[in-house]
């Protein structure tokens, strides 16, 4: 399901909703939109996740060797 859908259709997360609650009766063009809406919104969050997990570990990092140096200037 390759499709690019073309953003004038202006796919809108209430119709998709709509598509959601009430899939048995809608056609198979608002499935699809549907499909799409959710694998690009999909692909979005994993790859905010992925990147925020990145930048989680780098501060973790970073934390723990300022907080190492830290407590050796402090040892007494």
Do not use: G, W
């Amino acid at each position: 399901m390759e499709k690019n859908y073309n953003m004038d259709e202006k796919i809108t997360s209430q119709k998709v909703l709509e598509t959601v609650s009430s899939y048995k009766t809608k056609s198979n063009k608002d499935l699809e939109i549907a499909l799409e809406f959710i694998n690009v919104e999909f692909n979005k969050t994993k790859e905010n996740l992925l990147k925020l997990t990145d930048h989680l570990d780098k501060l973790e990092i970073t934390y723990n060797t300022l907080l190492k140096e830290y407590k050796s200037r402090n040892v007494r």
